[in-house]
């Protein structure tokens, strides 16, 4: 698609990737490709993830030069019209709009860069507003008579390589359930305690692990509360204590600034940065902190707005506190949900452990189905470390909650067989986005 010359042909390029097909790592590659042999076209790559956009401008601080490399999606237009070659990476997520649902600054990119590459995955749309198709491209490319190519990348990057556990994850949300027969190098399982959870990835950061806790949206995030120096525990989960009564676990979600103590340490990044910086650990982070990004062991709340009945799942918006979704009828919030439980469950590179805490008895509103499992890993519950922002407590207060016991039983039945996981297992390469040159001429992933 580009010339010995440097000159791009006229085509636009969009790349189907599925959930840990490593997309983003190709799409960095693609880009130190194109500086390093076709500088004269002045590639770019834009991504309307600003968690991700943030990351990338993280790796190149201090080298100016090389920022100009990652121009924000509010600036897509101009880009297109200054680039001769384009990269974008997370494309699904640009917001749709125009007649024919292609966004009007993705319509600028397929009619003016002489070589655009877009890179999407369709099971990552996790808003309404959002949600740009290969077909849509497609059919934009051959209105403006651009020549377009369909590429898909079918193998597993993230997850230990293991394409037995994404296609398990896959079958488990959207299709007919199979056991979770195990893998050699990749571990699940589930946990039936958040105490438990906790120090787990507290113990495996401690080893050297990067390790994090992601959860559905389905506990307050006030955006217009004051700064301070500790952050509010917003997320509350009812643990029943097989002696009676519950205990609660709480936690914050990830800072929106970044948190320091008196001396400057840092205790919390700010929420873009959650899934990489020092102290992150300590919080909750969401899908939006979440989505493009990795790390060595991973723990996932299923929330309440999402719950199994019987042989299929059951979406429950009025659980939600995502503006965005939260109004949506159960049929339509669904299809989010389950897609933001994909990402959330793809992003442990070597570990995922999963919760699904008690929740009220399900409302009247359903949706349609798919399929479900669990995997039985009760430990004894355990009051997690005292200290940091995100201090997780323990009270001793009666709750009564409905549990889903039958979601529970169909999981442990599943993941027979699961493969054991250790904190203290030895430290493990891990791909991410680790640096980009200060010479402009190169852009490249190396194992950290």
Known sequence: MLRSDGLAAPDAAQVAAFEGSGKTALAVRLLGRLMRD??????????????????????????SAARELFPGIGSLRSTAQQSGALVID???????????GLPPDLAAVVKHVPLAVIFLDERQI????????????????????????????IGSFRCAGSAAYTAWGDALL?????????????????????FQMQEWIEQATADGHSARISAGFCWSWPRNRRATATLPLDIQIDVPSPTGGTRIWEAAWNARETLTDSDGNPLAPRSQLWATHTGGHQQIGCVYTAQGLEYHHSGVIIGPDLT?????WEAHPDQSHDKDLRDLPPEQYLRYALNIYRVLLTRGTYTTRIHTPPTPKPS?????????????????????????????????????????????????????????????????????????????????????
């Open 38 to 63: 076709h500088p004269a076209t002045r590639p770019r790559f834009v991504t309307p993830s600003g968690t991700l956009r943030a990351h990338l401008l993280d790796a190149v601080r201090g080298h």
């Open 126 to 153: 996790i808003r309404p507003d959002e949600g740009t198709t290969i077909d849509e491209i497609h059919a934009a490319a051959r209105r403006l008579g651009r020549v377009h190519h369909h590429l898909e990348l």
């Open 364 to 448: 009247t509103s359903s949706t349609s189905s798919s399929t479900r499992h669990r995997s039985a890993d009760p430990p004894d519950a355990k009051k997690a470390p005292d200290k940091g922002p995100a201090l997780l407590r323990e009270q001793g207060r009666p709750v009564t909650r409905y549990r889903l016991s039958e979601l529970a039983g169909d999981w442990s039945r599943a993941t027979s067989g699961v493969v054991p996981v250790s904190a203290s297992r030895s430290r493990m390469p891990c791909h991410n986005l680790s640096a980009v040159a200060e010479s402009r001429v190169t852009v490249s992933v190396q194992p950290s």
């Open 90 to 100: 997370e494309g699904q997520r640009m917001k749709r709009g125009g007649a024919d």
């Open 174 to 194: 959207y299709g007919e359930p199979v056991p979770w027969a195990g893998h050699a190098g990749y571990g699940l399982s589930l946990c039936e305690d958040p």
């Open 308 to 312: 199994w009945n019987n042989d299929h």
